[in-house]
């Protein structure tokens, strides 16, 4: 079992309700899962949980073996430099890094950095030539593209990627899920991704709804 | 509507009462600084002016002796002649509590009579010329004057520090002058038809009005040095306001946007908000007048000990509160916030609805604003270069030193991102990689603080190392100049020979010390007659000689002189310097004389002696293998009072003392100025929190806790703070070598040797280090301590 979600909750501070009420999910090694939910509903919140971000009030998420609620900061940022890795909706590039840089970047912090595999997932995402590029000079779609290679590159057990083609035309965000689940049927990494589009929740193996703080 | 606006604005600071300090801090600091450097500077030049105008009548020429003293028949002549003229007998008297300058005058004649503090304190007008007559001081020194026999005294808060004045008759009976009078005031408006006065005073010397200027110009040389630190402050100052405002202005982005978003049109926003800076920096301003004051006392008794140390002109020290001052620090206040805040508010007037997040702008601005800024900083250093080339005098000499400093400034970010460049290439580790290219793309958030940053460092290495070297050279040329071991003063020329007499079979070598006042190079200046002796060839501190100069000097063939008068009458050894009509000597060399703002010549004993026949004969120099033994013995002997005899240790320590006192202000200064660029970078960092987590968030989410990356925060502010010293280091080198070899001889008329004093920088570097990280430590406790929920909101789909 690579993820168990047990029962979770969560509340923001200063918030009346829960934004996640009693979540359970589980996912293993190989598996997609597609998530959808109004806007608001708390998917982003479930994806940053898992991805040992933020702090949950109940309940328990195990990643690759850890209960994340018994590690402290340090234990917790491991885990994310290790095992997780990111796709986010606004692809938050490090802006002061080059493309090229952006890509090793998480590969690097991880220990596992190979020109080889980064040189492949450039040339599959459409990026050679804009290496030296900073992430400004890019367009949205690009840059996209650059958030998505990055999380690949280190090889991540699970990819996490929230509405990766929320800011791509429909045909470009057909071919970069394509992609993406090419790249995690060639390393075996489980995906876990939050869309709005049924079109794209239809490709993975499962899917799921969010409402009111619970799984449907 | 206005009023909705300004509620809203205003409602901002109640919530964050931290920002609104920082505003209002930032301001009063900038304008505190400024503030405390005039006031010291106005309150100098007050005294300094009013000691001047008591002591030398600004309209009246004077006539001095060259033996000292001018018998009291030359001035009954030069009256009978029909001459409009005043007798003045000044000399040291102990008053009981202290010593002071006890100035004769004659009250019916004299420019410049002090004004009781009390009229009727003065009591009948004819008491000042009655026996036993008044003293007129200031209140202070009037408590010093403690001796019985005194006549009583009268407050004059006009008097300068340490001078007391009365009727000559009454100065005459306490000095025991017996007549004679120390000099002549000459009145500048004459009636027609009088005697030349070469026919009735031959052997003395008339310096005109305008001549006398040889004080003031050192001293305005350093009120020079002062507002060139003002105007430095100033510069420094306008950095801090500007980052302050820009600190405003970015916190309360949102605000401004909703407010704009909401229908309110840009220009109503940009009204009101300049409303507000003005009334901030109204209230700042005064606040930094009040502290600067504060600073202004503090500092103010190291100014007086500068002022009378180095020029000898007593600076009461204590402070009025002037309202010159005060305008000028609340113009600064103001003048800053429309300089520094009108672009800031042209960006308001700008504001889009949905603006660009900062790092974008930031960029785009960037790489055409480092060609630029490099190609300006270039053109104004050449150009301050082209200055002096061009132009003589200290104001070429400060052009240089202005260009200089702004054109290095803005050097300072394209040479900055240069270093960063290379160091990113270095970089092997991921996060270090990360680290330089970071720094590279803050510079241009940060580059005005950190121009600020080097402003301070370079002007502390340049005017450090100035009095550093001021120092060496000047222990040095003591060593040399005071090489004797006791140096004995007499009240007659006959009591001198009986102690020469006595000393010469018990001491290695006596050496008399004797001199005339002539006009060296058409200004007031003096010629020393000395002996031949091994000591001078040793010791004396020569800064150019020509073969055989000891013994030319000795024969009677040539003259040495003092840089001064090297500098100031274009003089170098090969030329003839004519010390009387139809005496003329070729200069033989040139000797260091710090310290002294007048002329100086140096020539054989007999020679001067064949020219000058009456020289006093008051002072003698005398080596000894045991001088406390010595010294001991010759008190017993002559009954000698204390004072008569100054070992050479005692000179030097005192002589060090006020050298050391003198620059004591030039320390607290600096102080201070790196502590306000410290603050720069600590404001320039807050303005650049808003749009650092964007920027941050990424690399905690890919795993980098915040622990570590608010260290990583400090090591860059660090980081970029010594590459700023790294830089500043040659700058503040340039600028010391321009104060020393330029400014100096404009305004002193010699020039040091420049010596560099290492340990220095390591201690100041280590000030701008920890500068640096305490300006950094808030931003980095507040994003350590910063819930990862805040970091997390970065990612969520709400912009
Ligand atoms: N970091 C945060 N702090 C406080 N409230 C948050 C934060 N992130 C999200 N919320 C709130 O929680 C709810 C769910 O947000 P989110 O998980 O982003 O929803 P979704 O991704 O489904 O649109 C929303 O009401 C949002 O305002
Ligand atoms: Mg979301």
């Given at each position: ?41 708390g ?5 940053h ?7 949950f ?14 590690l ?5 940022a ?6 997780v ?30 020109p080889?595999?980064?040189d ?11 290496g030296?590029?900073y ?8 840059q996209?593209?650059v ?26 965000g ?27 929740a ?7 709804h969010l ?5 449907t | 509507?206005t ?10 600071w109640r ?9 209002v801090?930032?301001?009063?600091l ?30 009246a ?12 028949r030359t ?28 100035l ?22 004819a ?13 202070d020194?009037?408590?010093?004057l ?43 408006d004459?009636p027609a038809?009088?005697p ?21 110009g050192?001293t305005?040389?350093?009120?020079l ?18 980052g ?7 916190q309360?982005?949102?605000i401004?946007?909703?407010?704009r ?22 209230l ?23 002022l ?6 007593d ?14 620090g609340?113009?600064m ?11 800031v ?10 603006a ?12 055409r ?31 240089c ?21 290379i160091?990113?290439?270095l970089a ?17 958030g ?20 100035m009095?550093?070297s ?23 020329d006959?009591?001198?020979?009986a ?9 290695e ?10 006009r060296l ?7 020393y007659?000395?002996?031949?002796d ?9 800064v ?5 100069l000891w013994?030319?000097l ?34 033989v060399g ?10 100086q ?10 020219h ?30 204390a ?6 240790a ?13 620059f ?5 200064l600096?102080l ?19 749009i ?20 990583l ?20 080198l ?14 002193f ?43 997390v ?7």
């Amino acid at each position: 079992m690579l993820l168990d979600i047990d029962d979770v909750t969560k509340t923001y501070p200063g918030a009346d309700r829960p934004v996640l009420n009693g979540v359970r999910l589980r996912l293993d090694q190989g598996d997609t899962l597609a998530l959808t939910g109004e806007s608001g509903s708390g998917k982003s919140t479930l994806l940053h949980l898992a991805g040992a971000l933020d702090r949950f009030d109940g309940g328990e998420i195990t990643l690759d073996g850890t209960a994340l609620s018994r590690l402290d900061d340090t234990g917790r940022a491991r885990l994310r430099r290790r095992t997780v890795a990111l796709v986010f909706q606004q692809f938050n590039l490090m802006p002061a890094l080059t493309v090229d840089q952006n890509l090793a970047f998480h590969a690097r912090l991880a220990g596992r950095a190979d020109p080889a595999w980064i040189d492949r997932i450039r040339t599959r995402l459409g990026l050679d030539g804009l290496g030296a590029r900073y992430p400004e000079a890019l367009s949205g779609g690009q840059q996209q593209r650059v958030a998505i290679g990055r999380a690949l590159a280190m090889r991540p057990r699970l990819l996490l990627a929230d509405e990766p083609t929320g800011n791509l035309d429909e045909d470009t965000g057909a071919e970069v899920l394509s992609l993406m689940l090419d790249l995690v049927a060639d390393t075996g990494a489980a995906l876990f991704l939050v869309t709005h589009s049924d079109a794209i929740a239809a490709r993975a193996a499962r899917r799921l709804h969010l409402h009111h703080g619970r799984l449907t | 509507m206005t009023r909705a606006i300004l509620l809203a604005l205003l409602a901002h600071w109640r919530r964050h009462p931290g920002q609104a300090l920082t505003l209002v801090a930032g301001l009063a600091l900038a304008t505190a600084l400024w503030t405390a450097v005039q006031a010291i500077n106005a309150e100098a030049r007050a005294s300094y002016a009013e000691a001047n105008s008591l002591l030398q009548p600004a309209r009246a020429g004077t006539l001095t002796a060259p033996t000292g003293a001018i018998p009291p028949r030359t001035y009954a002549a030069l009256r009978r002649a029909g001459w409009q003229v005043s007798p003045v007998l000044e000399g040291r008297l102990d008053a009981g509590a202290a010593r002071v300058t006890l100035l004769g005058v004659d009250a019916l004649t004299y420019p410049a009579l002090p004004v009781p503090d009390d009229t009727a304190d003065a009591g009948n007008p004819a008491d000042v010329l009655l026996p036993p007559g008044r003293l007129f001081a200031d209140p202070d020194t009037a408590a010093a004057l403690t001796r019985a026999d005194l006549p009583p005294v009268v407050p004059a808060s006009d008097m300068p520090a340490g001078v007391v004045l009365t009727d000559i008759a009454v100065a005459d009976r306490l000095l025991e002058a017996g007549g004679r009078l120390s000099r002549i005031l000459v009145a500048t408006d004459q009636p027609a038809g009088r005697p030349l006065l070469s026919d009735i005073a031959p052997d003395l010397v008339y310096r005109p009005a305008e001549a006398q200027a040889g004080t003031e110009g050192l001293t305005r040389s350093f009120h020079l040095n002062l507002t060139a630190f003002g105007l430095l402050s100033f510069a420094v100052g306008l950095f801090i306001v500007h980052g302050t405002i820009g600190l405003a202005f970015e916190q309360r982005r949102a605000i401004l946007r909703t407010l704009r978003a909401l229908g309110v049109p840009a220009r109503g926003l940009a009204l009101a908000m300049f409303a507000e800076l003005l009334a901030a920096g109204l209230l700042a301003g005064l606040a930094g007048v009040g502290l600067g004051y504060v600073i202004a006392a503090a500092l103010l008794p190291g100014v007086a000990a500068t002022l009378g140390g180095l020029y000898g002109a007593d600076v009461a020290g204590s402070l009025a509160l002037r309202p010159g001052w005060i305008a000028a620090g609340l113009g600064m206040a103001l003048g800053g916030v429309v300089l520094a805040g009108a672009h800031v508010l042209w960006k308001a007037r700008d504001l889009p609805v949905l603006a660009l997040t900062g790092t974008e702008a930031w960029r785009l601005a960037g790489a055409r604003g480092l060609r630029l800024q490099l190609a300006a900083g270039v053109a104004l250093i050449l150009a301050g270069w082209l200055a002096v080339w061009l132009f003589d005098g200290l104001l070429a000499g400060f052009a240089c030193l202005g260009g200089l400093l702004l054109g290095s400034a803005l050097l300072l970010a394209p040479l900055l991102a240069g270093l960063l460049r290379i160091g990113a290439r270095l970089a092997r580790r991921p996060v270090a990689d990360w680290l330089w290219s970071d720094m590279r793309a803050q510079l241009p958030g940060l580059s005005l603080a950190l121009m600020a940053l080097l402003l301070a460092l370079a002007t502390n290495i340049g005017v450090g190392t100035m009095v550093s070297s001021f120092r060496l050279t000047f222990t040095d040329w003591l060593d040399r100049r005071l090489s004797a071991d006791l140096y004995i003063s007499t009240e007659d020329d006959s009591r001198t020979e009986a102690l020469r007499q006595w000393l010469i079979p018990r001491a290695e070598s006596v050496l008399p010390i004797r001199s005339a006042a002539l006009r060296l190079g058409d200004r007031p200046g003096r010629v020393y007659g000395v002996i031949d002796d091994p000591i001078y060839r040793a010791t004396w501190p020569m800064v150019r000689e020509t073969p055989g100069l000891w013994e030319r000097l000795s024969a009677g063939e040539g003259v040495i002189i003092n840089e001064q008068l090297h500098f100031g009458a274009g003089i170098a050894p090969g030329d003839d310097l004519q010390l009387l009509p139809g005496w003329t000597l070729p200069v033989v060399g040139i000797y260091a004389d710090y310290g002294n703002p007048d002329p100086q010549a140096i020539t054989s004993l007999d020679t001067l002696l064949a020219h000058v026949p009456d020289l006093p004969d008051r002072q003698l120099a005398v080596r000894s293998a045991d001088p406390p033994a010595l010294a001991a013995a010759l008190r017993d002997a002559f009954d000698l009072p204390a004072d008569a005899i100054m070992p050479q240790a005692q000179i030097k320590t005192l002589s060090l003392g006020i050298f050391d006192r003198t620059f004591l202000i030039t320390g607290a200064l600096n102080l201070l100025t790196l502590g306000v660029a410290g603050f720069a970078i600590l404001t320039s960092l807050l303005t650049l929190w808003t749009i650092r987590l964007p920027q941050l968030a990424p690399a905690w989410a890919m795993g980098i806790t915040r622990a570590r990356l608010a260290w990583l925060e400090i090591l860059r502010a660090v980081a970029l703070a010594a590459l700023t010293a790294l830089l500043a280091l040659p700058l503040g080198l340039l600028l010391a070598w321009t104060l020393l070899s330029v400014i100096n001889v404009e305004a002193f008329g010699w020039r040091l040797p420049m010596y560099l004093f290492p340990l220095d920088w390591m201690r100041l570097l280590a000030l701008a280090l920890v500068a640096a990280a305490l300006a950094a430590l808030i931003p980095a406790l507040r994003l350590r301590r910063l819930p990862p929920a805040d970091l997390v909101k970065v990612f969520a789909n709400v912009r």
